[in-house]
C-alpha cells in the first residue's frame, strides 16, 4: 500500500471514530416532541459534523443552531466539534450548545476544563448567554463562575466576573469572589468585577470596603465608576462618606457630579457630613452641581428641613434648569409615611410655586404647576393664577392641560374648580379634554369636607 491509500484509510478509520463518538455522547433519546421528520435532518446533521470537510462541519453546526432545543440529541456530537482545528467551527459550536439550551449544560460546563484560553472564555460567556435566554436560577451558575473567576487567564476572570452580574442581587453569592478581583492587576477584570456588584444594588453591602479601595485606583474612570458603585448600594455604603467628601474637595479631582450623586444616594438626612457638602454645592457649586445636588434630593426623599429649604430657594436659581429641579423635586419628598396622608414639600413652597408661574420659561412654568398640583388642598391660594393659565388662550397646551390637572388635585374646596373642569371638558384641544375628564371623573369620588381638611393642613 503507498503513502497516499495509508493515508486515505486512517482518515476513514477516524471519520468513523469521530461519528461514533458523536453518536455515542448524544443522549439516547430525542425530545419528546421531536416529529420524525426533523428527527432525520437532527441525525442528518449530526453525520455532517464528522465530515472532513470543515465548512460542511460548519454548516451543520449553524443547522443544529437554528433548530434550537430540538436539536438536544446533538449535543455530544456538538462537543466534539468544540476541539475542531477551525476556529469558526468551534465557536458556532459553541453558538449552538447555547441555543439547545439546558441538555447542553453539561458539555459547556466541560469546556471549562480546556488548555485552551479562548475555549474556557467562549464556554464561560455561552453558559451566560444559556442562562439569560432560559432564564435558569442562579444557583446552577455561580459555583461555575466563581472557580472562573479564579482562572489564570484574565479574559476568563473577566468574562465569568462580568457573568454574575447578569443575575444582579441573586448573584449575591458569588460577592466575596467579586469584591476580590477588584484588586486584580488586570484592568477589564477590576471593570467588570466592579459593574456586577453595582447591578446587585444594595445586595453588595458586603462589597463596600473593596469598591472604598478603588477610589484610590490609578484608572480615573474606575475611580468615578467606583463612585456610581456606592451610590447604588446607598445607606450601607456610608462609611464612604469621608473618602468621598475629602475627593470632592480635591481641586483636580474628575467625576464631581458622581461624587455628588454617590453622597445624595447613600443618604444625606441623617448623614451631616454629607449634607454640609450637599448645601454648601447648592448656594456655590456651578449650575451643574446645582442641578444635580436638587434632582438627587428629590429622587432620595430627602425630608430634612435643611434640604427643603435649600431646594426652595433653589426655586430663585439664576438657571431654569435648577428651578425646574428644585420644583420637581419639592413635589416628589414626602415624610416617611405610610398611609399616604401627608402632603409633600411642595405644599410648604406654594408662594414661591405660585410666583414662578411668571417664569419666561415654559418648561420652568410646567413644573411648577405640577408642584403646585401634588400640594393639593395646601395650593388652594393658587387657584386663581391656575385658572389665568388655563383660560388663556395663548398658553401652550403643555401648561394648559398641566393647569387641569392640577386644579382637579386641588379638588372641590374652591367652587370655581368644578365649573372650570366642566369648561375644560369640551375645549377645542384634545389634550385639555382628556386631562378634565380623568379629573372630573376623581372629584366624583370626593366631597368638599374632605379637601377643606386637606387644604387647612
Given amino acids: 500500500m503507498d503513502h497516499t491509500a495509508h493515508l486515505s484509510t486512517l482518515g476513514l478509520i477516524l471519520l468513523a471514530a469521530t461519528v461514533c463518538i458523536a453518536q455515542d455522547a448524544a443522549p439516547s433519546h430525542p425530545p419528546a416532541d421531536l ?136 448573584g ?107 448645601l454648601d454645592v447648592m448656594t456655590n457649586g456651578d449650575t451643574t452641581a446645582r442641578w444635580r445636588v436638587a434632582w438627587e434630593l428629590g429622587r432620595m426623599n430627602a425630608w430634612d428641613e435643611r434640604s427643603i429649604s435649600a431646594l426652595k430657594a433653589a426655586l430663585r436659581d439664576r438657571h431654569q434648569a435648577v428651578r425646574i429641579a428644585a420644583a420637581n423635586a419639592l413635589s416628589k419628598i414626602h415624610p416617611d409615611r405610610t398611609d399616604g396622608s401627608d402632603l409633600p414639600a411642595s405644599a410648604d413652597a406654594v408662594d414661591a410655586l405660585t410666583r414662578m408661574l411668571k417664569d419666561p420659561e415654559t418648561r420652568v412654568r410646567w413644573s411648577a404647576i405640577w408642584a403646585l398640583g401634588e400640594a393639593r388642598g395646601a395650593a388652594l391660594s393658587a387657584v386663581t393664577d391656575l385658572l389665568d393659565v388655563l383660560e388663556n388662550n395663548q398658553s401652550p397646551q403643555l401648561l394648559r392641560a398641566a393647569a387641569v390637572n392640577a386644579l382637579g388635585k386641588i379638588g372641590l374646596a374652591d367652587g370655581r374648580i368644578v365649573g372650570a373642569l366642566e369648561k375644560a371638558a369640551k375645549d377645542r384641544d384634545e389634550k385639555v379634554r382628556a386631562v378634565a375628564k380623568e379629573r372630573l371623573g376623581d372629584l366624583q369620588g370626593s366631597g368638599p369636607g374632605e379637601q377643606v381638611s386637606a387644604a387647612s393642613r
Avoid at 476541539?83 to 439550551?101: C, K, M, P, S
Avoid at 474606575?222 to 455604603?237: F, N, Q
Avoid at 457630579?257 to 457630613?273: F, K, M, Q, S, V
Wanted: aromatic share 4%; with cysteine.
Fill in 35 to 170: 416529529d420524525p421528520e426533523t428527527a432525520e435532518i437532527v441525525d442528518a446533521l449530526i453525520l455532517d459534523l464528522a465530515s472532513f470537510d470543515s465548512g460542511t462541519r460548519g454548516q451543520a453546526a449553524r443547522g443544529l443552531k437554528t433548530l434550537g432545543p430540538k436539536a438536544a440529541g446533538a449535543v455530544g456530537a456538538l462537543a466534539v466539534l468544540l476541539t475542531d482545528d477551525v476556529r469558526e467551527n468551534r465557536w458556532v459550536a459553541f453558538d449552538a450548545l447555547a441555543a439547545i439550551g439546558p441538555p447542553a449544560m453539561g458539555a459547556l460546563t466541560g469546556a471549562l476544563n480546556s488548555s485552551n484560553d479562548r475555549t474556557r472564555k467562549m464556554a464561560v460567556s455561552h453558559l451566560r448567554l444559556l442562562a439569560r435566554r432560559f432564564e435558569l436560577p442562579a444557583e446552577q451558575f455561580l459555583p461555575l463562575f466563581v472557580s472562573a473567576m479564579q482562572d489564570r487567564s484574565a479574559m476568563v476572570r473577566s468574562m465569568a466576573a462580568a457573568a454574575v452580574g447578569d443575575f444582579k442581587a441573586d
Fill in 172 to 278: 449575591k453569592g458569588a460577592l466575596e469572589a467579586l469584591a476580590k478581583l477588584l484588586d486584580d492587576q488586570d484592568q477589564s477584570v477590576r471593570h467588570n468585577a466592579l459593574v456586577s456588584i453595582c447591578r446587585m444594588g444594595p445586595a453588595a453591602e458586603g462589597a463596600v470596603d473593596a469598591v472604598i479601595r478603588l477610589l484610590d485606583d490609578r484608572d480615573r474612570f474606575l475611580r468615578m465608576h467606583a463612585c456610581v458603585v456606592l451610590g447604588k448600594i446607598g445607606p450601607p455604603a456610608r462609611a464612604a462618606t469621608l473618602k468621598l467628601v475629602e475627593m470632592y474637595r480635591t481641586p483636580s479631582v474628575n467625576g464631581r457630579e458622581e461624587i455628588l450623586t454617590a453622597l445624595a444616594r447613600i443618604g444625606p438626612t441623617d448623614n451631616p457630613l454629607a449634607m454640609g457638602l450637599l
